[in-house]
């Protein structure tokens, strides 16, 4: 810029002319604003971030809202600032960019809002900003960043589905019982420890009191409805399907009144007991809000190498998938002769996907061995505990 100055004002001076002087004149504005743009320091400007919430579903749209203030109104010309997201949101599609060009002027306030039209499940993250302002001509340039951390979590998208214990397996097929889950409250065989999930009426005060700590009424099952569910995490196209039925299904569960526990094997093991509650379904959706795609051992081999499975003694076993396997058929049918029940498979597809031949064998073998077969094709999650979907 120094150079500039000193170029046109030389050639002013040994040229002449009101060609000369010209150029030189109307040059000297736009250097003068260099000179004070290099020392407007940016340190003054206050940028911020305002999300309408923290908890999100999968498929919902998310409208961000970015604002800059300032102390002082020193003539910028423009302001380019944008919002760095982590990689996870930059595959999204946004209706709006997170990066935008302002013209501020002597305003002390503006702002400007980006839209991302469909939120993909996870936990993303909101790290910086990124502004840069300059003068007309190109000449001066000044950037820097501003940390400006924020969180959201995204729950998978899940669907409302009518859950119905199935009953067994008779000669004329598989059904699915209407009966309501719940515990015959009306006699008590004795107290335990209160645990999360417990109803308020069903506290006994007296024996609370002499023992100083909450303790809850034991009631006589009708029936064990106690469902643990067991989620694949091998990388498959229909991951995303499988996250969502799964979803789908432990808030059904829930929502009728049974327990349930999950188990799944990604990047680690993790499981969750047979318990009911909110609080529950929050832990559960949270976990799956999290989940990839990254287990390198084969379903049948998990259920296999897990002992937690075997433990489970008075509970119905649904395992969720994308891939039926010889392997896995044999494991699931031995794990319901283990349990004296049968398993549940639930095999998700697209949603005009067909089975294969191969598929058609595996589902064959599986119902001669004692293992329900449910197929899910594309978001028809209703109809998962529907008669015409048994095989």
Known sequence: MLFLILLTFSYAMFQGGFVSWFLFYSFLPFAIYCAALSFYSLNELEVTRV??????????????????????????????????????LKLASQQKKSKALLLP???????????IDELPRGEHFFESFTLRIGDPLGLFEKEKRFTVEDKIIVYPAYSELMYRPFENQYDQGLTASRERVQR??????????????????????KASAKRNVLMTKEFEQRQSHDVFVVMDCAPDKHFEPVVSFTASLLRAILKKGAQTGLF???NERAS????????????????LAKIEAKCITPFAKV???DGLLIQQTTVSFMLVTAQITKPLVEKASFLGQRKGGTITLFLIKGEKETTSENERSLIAIANARGVRIVMIHGGEHQAAFSEVNFF
């Open 184 to 205: 015959d409250t009306s006699m008590a065989t004795g107290v335990r420890d209160y645990q999360p999930g417990d109803r308020f009426s069903w506290i006994n005060w």
């Open 264 to 266: 799944t094997m990604s």
């Open 272 to 287: 969750f007991p047979i318990r009911g509650g909110e609080q529950h379904l929050q832990q559960l959706f949270y976990h």
């Open 105 to 115: 002027g002597l305003k002390k306030e503006f702002s400007y809002e980006y839209v």
């Open 51 to 88: 999300l309408q919430k923290s908890d999100y579903n999968a498929g919902e749209p998310l409208k961000v809202a970015v604002s800059v203030k300032r102390a002082k109104s020193f003539p910028l010309f423009y302001l380019l600032i944008e919002d760095h997201l982590s990689d996870s």
């Open 303 to 305: 259920l296999d190498t």
